[in-house]
């Protein structure tokens, strides 16, 4: 019942509403086949603090260690094939180390089964901390947690210079171009297995995708949606309005 109502609400939304905006090109493809209403594309993106922050130079430091970095809800079994290439990826690289950062439903399930020295879950950090975390793994990862959605992390991973292994959908492609500025692959652990060894064993293939992947960011960040908002919305304002029973206002008040 509670979807049907949704839905109703949705519908009597998108037909009354002046303007439609949404993050990404898929939604909007969605919108046009579902409600024949054309959306205008606006990214999600970081906020100014946090994308400074990201943004601002960090001596790069060669070691022998690598860490992979998730950061995002630890819940509906989301990591269940990467934590399953994670444990056998650090069995492999004494090196390795990966770090779970968030917190959810699953997060004592993981912890029990693949805790270790290896792989660490810190729970949920936030604002300076959770930007030096990211600053220094020397992969991030993004899991699919929608097929439609536009994981904001993505881009906050791409702001800092690090290569991204992402689950590959629609939107995905939309900010990653595959093998340019990240590395996309089908969620199978043969696959992701493939995608994170082919960074972790390769230093200057992550140098080089992680410059492309900032630039990408800064890209996308430069995309004025402002602009396109405030122009959108100023055609609105600047449209006769009609009242039906009484016609054009501004001809009525002239």
Same mark, same amino acid.
């Given at each position: 019942? &509670?979807?049907?109502?949704?839905?109703m609400?949705?519908? @009597?939304?998108?037909?009354?509403?002046?303007? @439609?905006?949404?993050? %990404?090109?898929v939604h909007?493809?969605?919108?046009k086949?579902? *409600?024949?209403r054309?959306a205008?594309?606006?990214?999600?993106?970081p $906020?100014?603090?946090?994308?400074?922050?990201l943004?601002?130079?960090?001596?790069?430091?060669v070691t022998?260690?690598?860490?992979?970095l *998730?950061?995002g809800?630890?819940s509906?079994?989301?990591?269940?094939?990467?934590?399953?290439?994670?444990?056998?990826l650090?069995?492999?690289?004494?090196?390795?180390?990966?770090t779970i950062?968030g917190?959810? &439903?699953?997060?004592a399930? *993981?912890r029990e089964?693949y805790?270790?020295?290896?792989i660490?879950?810190p729970?949920?950090?936030?604002?300076?901390?959770?930007v030096?975390? $990211?600053?220094?793994?020397?992969?991030?990862y993004?899991? @699919?947690?929608?097929q439609?959605g536009?994981?904001?992390?993505?881009?906050?991973?791409?702001a800092?210079?690090?290569p991204v292994?992402?689950v590959d959908?629609e939107?995905t492609?939309?900010?990653?171009? %595959?093998?340019?500025?990240?590395?996309l692959?089908?969620? %199978? $652990?043969?696959?992701?297995r493939v995608?994170?060894?082919?960074l972790?064993?390769?230093?200057?293939?992550r140098m080089?995708i992680?410059e492309?992947?900032?630039?990408?960011?800064?890209d996308?960040?430069?995309q004025?949606?402002f602009?396109?908002?405030?122009t959108?919305?100023g055609?609105?304002?600047?449209?006769p309005?009609?009242?039906p029973?009484?016609g054009n206002?501004?001809?009525?008040?002239s």
């Amino acid at each position: 019942i &509670k979807l049907v109502i949704f839905e109703m609400i949705l519908r @009597v939304a998108m037909s009354t509403a002046e303007v @439609v905006t949404t993050i %990404n090109g898929v939604h909007a493809k969605l919108i046009k086949a579902r *409600y024949r209403r054309d959306a205008l594309v606006v990214p999600d993106i970081p $906020i100014a603090e946090r994308l400074s922050q990201l943004l601002a130079p960090h001596p790069s430091t060669v070691t022998e260690r690598a860490t992979v970095l *998730y950061v995002g809800s630890v819940s509906r079994s989301r990591l269940d094939v990467f934590l399953q290439v994670a444990q056998d990826l650090t069995r492999r690289r004494r090196e390795l180390r990966i770090t779970i950062l968030g917190d959810g &439903k699953d997060l004592a399930r *993981y912890r029990e089964r693949y805790g270790s020295d290896s792989i660490a879950f810190p729970g949920y950090e936030g604002g300076a901390e959770l930007v030096e975390r $990211i600053r220094s793994a020397d992969v991030c990862y993004s899991d @699919v947690w929608s097929q439609i959605g536009t994981p904001a992390k993505i881009l906050e991973y791409m702001a800092a210079a690090k290569p991204v292994v992402a689950v590959d959908t629609e939107s995905t492609r939309e900010i990653i171009r %595959n093998g340019l500025e990240g590395v996309l692959c089908p969620n %199978n $652990i043969r696959s992701l297995r493939v995608a994170l060894e082919s960074l972790l064993n390769d230093l200057d293939m992550r140098m080089r995708i992680g410059e492309a992947a900032r630039q990408r960011a800064l890209d996308i960040v430069h995309q004025d949606g402002f602009e396109t908002l405030v122009t959108a919305y100023g055609a609105i304002v600047r449209r006769p309005r009609v009242n039906p029973l009484k016609g054009n206002f501004r001809q009525q008040s002239s």
